[in-house]
């Protein structure tokens, strides 16, 4: 292919103390604990609304946010406040609960008396509408990163596009919660793409199903009957789950690709539509169930469990889970299973369960670039222990952290790696965050 040179004069439309670049779970907590750490916050997203990964792909749990042997939190923070917000907790006692990991049929059966910490999408957006402006950031939204401009090491301008055509934002400091480290890549930081990627997954609803908690299992055997017959290619569970009634929502679809690359995601978003109706259809021709169900909706956007992870000043293992490795710079708890998708391979996938462990925060830090901070499904991990600390609740407390040390970068003159990580502790600890797993061993 053959390229051009351009030129254009661009605009600069602000100059924040930091710019988080997406606002998906781990924007959020980066926003928000920057500005309620007293730096001026810029938020853009790609999408109208925030919440990622919830809200794109129309419903999810905070995952990895409880210890699933106790029900016990190991994340709180920001986490605490959404569920409150969303009333799934009455305010001031969702560090008190015990919760249910999952929230599908089968554990609501098996733990009936737990708080099920899952989010109807609609009410996520909402809160996280409410949180953003109240905490005084500024959203940008249907607005794509588009490129950087560097000073040395350091990141002089973020270039973006919306309907204003391309604009430049001047930040002292920037959070990359792109999922797909796009900002790191941009500045020249080193990352890593595994050669084998988990899936990509387009969620979708079902109205009016009748709910059982033999749903899952009858879901499950129509797919692997229809597998066998070659009238189906991958998926995944299925995971079946409701906010309400009788409207389900199904995490199943599996999807091969890399959602750094155009053609791919494109594909994913294309497969995961005609894979979601057929399955609708297979259900409803042999559970009585879905007698009266209709499909309701589709994700606005498939979703992506893994792409480019940077490569940080530090590297969370797999060992690392496994044996539950203290960390002086611990900045959030970890205890999602090892939940890895495989990308050809269908039905239910083992997950290893693993004790609460810790995330550095120098798995946050891209190398080379002394203004910018990761958080999410993009910080420096490799790919087995991404398939445990990727998940939401993570994700949300990564980019508190990072806010939190991006706004004191800001006030000090410092940059990623001067920031005081005592004091970072001490700030996180006092806005709810866990960084002691004790509290979520009891019960053992």
Not at 28 to 53: E, L, P, T
Not at 195 to 214: A, C, D, N, Y
Not at 234 to 241: D, F, M, R, S, V
Request: charged letters at 20%; hydrophobic letters at 40%.
């Amino acid at each position: 292919m053959s390229n051009i040179q351009y030129t254009k004069s661009m605009p600069v439309v602000s100059e924040p103390d930091v710019l988080v670049c997406g606002t998906g779970l781990a924007g959020i907590g980066a926003a928000v604990g920057a500005a309620r750490n007293g730096a001026s916050v810029m938020a853009v997203d790609r999408m109208g609304f925030a919440g990622g990964f919830f809200t794109n792909i129309i419903g999810s749990a905070f995952d990895g946010f409880v210890y699933e042997e106790t029900g016990r939190p190991v994340v709180g923070g920001l986490v605490f406040e959404m569920l409150e917000r969303m009333g799934v907790a009455e305010p001031g006692q969702a560090p008190d609960l015990i919760y249910n990991v999952n929230g599908d049929f089968t554990e609501v059966e098996k733990h009936p008396d737990r708080v099920i910490p899952r989010t109807d999408p609609e009410l996520f957006k909402k809160a996280s509408d409410d949180v953003l402006i109240e905490s005084g950031v500024t959203p940008l939204f249907h607005t794509q990163v588009s490129d950087v401009i560097m000073d040395g090491d350091r990141i002089d301008t973020v270039v973006v596009s919306n309907k204003d055509g391309l604009v430049a934002i001047r930040p002292k400091n920037i959070i990359d919660s792109t999922g797909d480290a796009d900002v790191a890549a941009w500045a020249g930081a080193p990352y890593e793409v595994a050669e084998s990627l988990q899936p990509m997954s387009l969620h979708f609803r079902i109205g009016f199903v009748e709910l059982t908690f033999e749903l899952r299992r009858k879901c499950a055997a129509v797919l692997e009957k229809a597998r066998a017959e070659g009238k189906i290619g991958l998926y995944g569970g299925p995971w079946p789950a409701t906010f309400s009634g009788r409207d389900i929502y199904f995490n199943v679809i599996r999807t091969p690709g890399d959602a750094t690359k155009p053609n791919d995601w494109t594909n994913a978003e294309i497969q995961g539509r005609k894979d979601a109706w057929t399955m609708f259809e297979l259900w409803k021709e042999a559970l009585t169930e879905f007698k009266d169900a209709y499909f309701f909706t589709s994700g606005p956007t498939a979703g992506s469990r893994e792409s480019r992870r940077i490569v940080g000043d530090y590297t969370l293992t797999g060992d690392d889970i496994r044996t539950a490795k203290r960390q002086d710079d611990v900045v959030v708890l970890g205890a999602w299973r090892i939940d890895r998708h495989p990308e050809n391979t269908a039905g239910y996938h083992e997950q290893p369960v693993v004790p609460p462990y810790d995330i550095s925060y120098r798995t946050l830090l891209p190398q080379g670039v002394d203004n910018l901070w990761v958080a999410g499904r993009c910080h420096s991990a490799t790919s087995e222990a991404l398939a445990s600390s990727r998940v939401t609740a993570n994700s949300m407390g990564m980019g508190q952290a990072a806010g939190v040390a991006a706004a004191m970068a800001s006030s000090n003159g410092g940059n990623n790696r001067s920031v005081s990580i005592q004091e970072l502790q001490d700030r996180l600890v006092a806005a709810d965050v866990i960084l002691d797993p004790t509290s979520a061993m009891q019960g053992l």
